[in-house]
């Protein structure tokens, strides 16, 4: 490859990154009372305002936070106490220092372990090897061009990193300028402040005379360490990333069997909210979760009968719709890729 090409690649990842990654809060809703939906082009929250401060969700990332800050300054005169993490990706859970002399953070137990470096003799992921071009064990900035490549590493469950063209930095845990296989096994996680507050299998948190409840939803193909938020007088469910509201999933990724995926969504299904706030797509009534679920289990049934015909990756793309999904976000752009994602699941268990 030449300069050229690089410098071209390079360019139209920036650009990528940036417009997926935006900022600028595009939406903020009164969604039930006082229980807000706020969000910028891809990834949403919600938050709680009571008498004694506001319960808040996942801070996203430190750009948005500190614009909702901002933005909660000017409407309430009460602060944030508490931050409930969904999970510990970086592209949900960043931000968080942004309310830290106010707040409480609390998330699963295990946000801990994905939180931690890893031991120093991991090895650079077999996906990001190549890019040692000196060979010396670790990656250098001048080395990982590729972002894109860091965003199948962590732990080998999936993940979504792109963030920003310092993404580097947030790998970089010791801050060294070079990158690790322990650092680049854990992920981009610097601007991930860990939970103060962890549990297990439930836990609910009262401010101001309300509630909000935090469910552990099981060992899944997403993460181990994923809760749903739930606020039970409101009648609300906040979810990121297993579930997604009139979209289909970005990714159909992972190290655990597809069956773990649908056990956690029946596990959201079986609780008590109406009104479904994603951390992707859009605010829906709670039975869209149930139509996700169905979107998934349809795809896989096709699918395996596919791999069982012998069909390949590009005859199921060519042959498959999900026509009675074709009016969700996103459904042109996803469908391809949702295809060989659950064939390389199903092919690989
Ligand atoms: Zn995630």
């Known amino acids: 490859m030449t300069r050229l090409n690089i410098a071209a690649i390079t360019a139209a990842l920036i650009g990528l990154t940036q417009s997926a990654f935006a900022q600028t809060i595009e939406r903020f809703e009164e969604i039930a009372d006082d229980l807000y939906y706020v969000g910028n082009a891809t990834h949403n929250t919600v938050f709680l305002v009571t008498d004694e401060g506001i319960i808040l969700a996942d801070p996203v990332n430190y750009g948005f936070s500190t614009e909702l800050r901002a933005e909660i300054e000017s409407r309430f005169d009460v602060p944030v106490r508490y931050v409930l993490y969904s999970h510990h990706h970086a592209d949900h859970a960043s931000g968080g220092a942004v309310w830290a002399d106010t707040a409480q953070f609390v998330g699963h137990e295990n946000m801990l372990r994905y939180l931690a470096l890893p031991p120093a003799d991991t090895p650079i992921p077999p996906e990001v090897v190549d890019w040692d071009m000196d060979g010396d064990g670790l990656l250098e900035g001048h080395e990982a061009i590729d972002w894109r490549g860091f965003n199948t590493s962590t732990r080998g469950e999936f993940f979504l990193a792109g963030f920003s063209h310092r993404l580097f930095d947030f790998y970089d845990y010791d801050g060294d300028g070079a990158l690790s296989g322990a650092e680049i096994t854990r992920g981009p996680l610097n601007e991930v402040r860990a939970p103060n507050i962890t549990y297990r299998d ?138 060989e994602d659950m064939y390389n699941l199903l092919t690989n268990q």
């Open 202 to 339: 439930e836990l609910t948190i009262t401010l101001g005379g309300k509630t909000a409840k935090l469910v552990y939803t099981g060992p899944h193909t997403h993460s181990d360490d994923m809760s749903v938020i739930i606020f039970p007088e409101e009648s609300v469910g906040y979810m990121a990333d297993f579930i997604s509201i009139v979209r289909p999933p970005r990714w159909i990724r992972g190290v655990r069997p597809i069956e773990t995926w649908l056990a956690a969504i029946r596990l959201v299904e079986a609780q008590d909210f109406t009104i479904a706030a994603p951390g992707h797509g859009a605010v829906g009534d709670a039975e869209y979760i149930t139509l996700f679920r169905e979107y998934l289990e349809q795809l896989r049934d096709e699918i395996r009968a596919g791999i069982e015909a012998g069909e390949t990756v590009e005859q199921l793309q060519a042959r498959i719709q999900m026509d009675e999904y074709s009016d969700w976000i996103s459904y042109d752009a996803f469908l391809p890729q949702n295809i």
